[in-house]
C-alpha cells in the first residue's frame, strides 16, 4: 500500500502543473478580447443656406455621416426655431417656427428603417438647445445593407413656416443636430 500511495504522490506531482525544469520549455496563454459597439457621428454640411422666402414652408436639407461597427443604428434630429440676428432672447421679433407636423425626413443612403416604418419621424417635445427654442424627434431603428456595420451619408430633412406677410427682413438663422446611437431602441 505504502508502494501505491508513492506512485499516486509522484503521478500528482508530475500532472500538476508545476515547470520542470529543462533545457527548453514553453507555456501557452489563451487569448482574447471582446470589441464594444462604437458610432461616430459627423456632419458634412455645416453651414446651410436656405436662400430666400417672403411667406410660406422652406425644408432645409442636412448631410451627416455615421460610422459605426454594427448594421443597426438609431437616428434621429433636433431643429431649432429661426431667430432673427441668431438671437433666441429678443422678445421683439417672433421667430420662424419649425413645422413640426412635417416630421424629420431621414434617409441613409444604403439603410432602411426596420419593420417597415416610414423613414420620417414625428417631432416629439420641445426643449431648450443653447437658449434657441428646439423640438426633439422620436428616434427610428435603421438597418444597413453593408456586411457588419453602417458606413454612410445620411440625409435629414426638416421644414420650417414663415406665415407672417409682415415678418421684419433680414436674416434668420437656428441650428439642427443630428444623433445615431448604436443598438436598438
Known sequence: ???FMLILAACIFAFSGLAMADETGHATAHVFVDVNPNIAVSVLTPNVDLG???MGSFPGVFIFRVD???E???LWAEATYLY?????FDPLVDPIVLKREAGATIEPTNANPIEGNSNTVPF???IDYNGFTAW???QMNFESSQPGYFSQDVTLTVTWEQPDPEKPMGE???WVIFYASVGQL
Open 84 to 88: 432673427k440676428g441668431n438671437d433666441p
Open 68 to 70: 459605426a461597427n454594427v
Open 1 to 3: 500500500m505504502a508502494r
Open 136 to 138: 426633439l424627434s422620436d
Open 72 to 74: 443597426m443604428v438609431a
Open 124 to 126: 416629439l417635445e420641445t
Open 172 to 174: 434668420y438663422s437656428g
Open 52 to 54: 430666400t422666402i417672403q
